[in-house]
């Protein structure tokens, strides 16, 4: 019936972030996608209506209890104490509606979805309208043509003598926009870098530290766990860049660099495999080879030794229970052997020209 007539086509909605908790088992700080259209993405996009149910049923909130864990996408977890917070669940609705408002003065057009954010497909169930992916942008003088997109991830930023959780977004033109700060910075990857060398941007604060969610309220870090460094986050963010560019990151110049070992297996080109995997951020290296079975420890066999199998962790489940032990093969540098003889004749020789003298 559709062969021949199918097409599709995609708009582009403006919206604005806002700070906010998913309370799903654990608490999760993210950006609410405020968008023009009245829609709210939390991990679900629905109209203003459903939004406010959500609200209501404690999926959303604005503060997050003492003694609870916050996790932060790409940074951490923080085990908080003594949070305060300014806002209620109506409150934040409020705020919310005043983002729809400020994007769409005549709130035109408003989305609504009826209740339903889901259809049957088969026997499957599937999101009526998906969940988008937050995209930074740019303004130009047109952005709505021309917008510069980005990508972003929370760093911790001292500003105006506080410590802020920042929102720092990287774009495809080296620019990087310092958010969730009462004063916004635009300043570039080498500017981050300098922050990063001064401690005005880090990942690790000290237990008792006060941190600031802009526009929520703040907590004292009771703990911090699976903290990220920052040179990784940095790492990150010329990811983002190399990325929105269209070139490569440098997972993938890491798994170029394996797929050339595993062709030709040298020494050069296992030296050269791992400045490449050690070039990868630390959190992002298990995912280089895109197996979740092996993860990455085929490279690190051949970059560091076959003792690192040991980590795998399906070695150790079948350890746990007695079961057979799984392997993983990788190649073995062919020009070893060769290095050793000719280290070997060169010791011989040097030995032999000192019995002669």
């Not at 993210?30 to 406010?52: A, I, P, S």
């Not at 409020?94 to 408002?101: D, F, S």
């Amino acid at each position: 019936m559709t062969t021949g007539r199918l097409i599709s086509r995609t708009t582009l909605r403006l919206g604005l972030a806002t700070p906010a908790f998913i309370h799903n088992s654990s608490y999760f700080l993210v950006n609410l996608q405020v968008y023009e259209d009245g829609l709210v993405n939390c991990w679900e996009l629905l109209d203003l209506k459903l939004f406010e149910k959500k609200l209501d049923e404690g999926w959303v909130v604005p503060g997050v209890p003492d003694g609870e864990d916050l996790s932060v996408h790409g940074l951490g977890n923080f085990k908080l104490r003594a949070g305060k917070w300014k806002d209620s669940p109506a409150t934040l609705l409020a705020r919310v509606r005043a983002l729809v408002r400020e994007l769409n003065p005549q709130l035109h057009n408003l989305h609504n979805c009826h209740g339903q954010t889901e259809r049957l497909e088969g026997k499957m169930r599937v999101s009526i309208l998906g969940s988008p992916e937050e995209r930074p942008l740019r303004r130009k003088d047109d952005f709505r043509r021309s917008a510069i997109h980005g990508d972003h991830v929370s760093l911790l930023y001292k500003q105006q003598g506080e410590v802020f959780l920042a929102d720092v977004r990287a774009f495809a033109d080296g620019s990087v926009e310092i958010g969730r700060v009462p004063e916004p910075v635009v300043t570039d990857l080498d500017g981050v870098c300098a922050a990063i060398e001064k401690r005005a941007l880090f990942t690790k604060p000290r237990k008792g530290t006060r941190v600031f969610v802009h526009g929520l309220g703040s907590f004292e870090v009771e703990k911090a766990r699976f903290i990220t460094g920052a040179q990784d986050m940095l790492r990150d963010l010329r990811d983002i860049v190399e990325t929105l560019n269209g070139r490569a990151d440098s997972s993938m110049r890491c798994r170029d660099a394996y797929e050339a070992f595993v062709a030709d297996p040298t020494t050069a080109r296992r030296d050269a495999l791992r400045t490449a995997y050690e070039a990868v951020p630390e959190h992002n290296r298990m995912y280089v080879l895109r197996d979740q079975d092996v993860k990455d420890i085929p490279i690190r066999m051949i970059v560091y030794g076959d003792k690192e199998i040991e980590n795998w962790s399906h070695r150790a489940v079948a350890r746990a229970r007695g079961d057979a032990l799984p392997t993983i093969t990788v190649p073995k540098v062919k020009d070893k052997a060769v290095r050793h003889g000719t280290t070997t004749r060169r010791a011989a020789s040097r030995k032999g020209s000192s019995k002669k003298r």
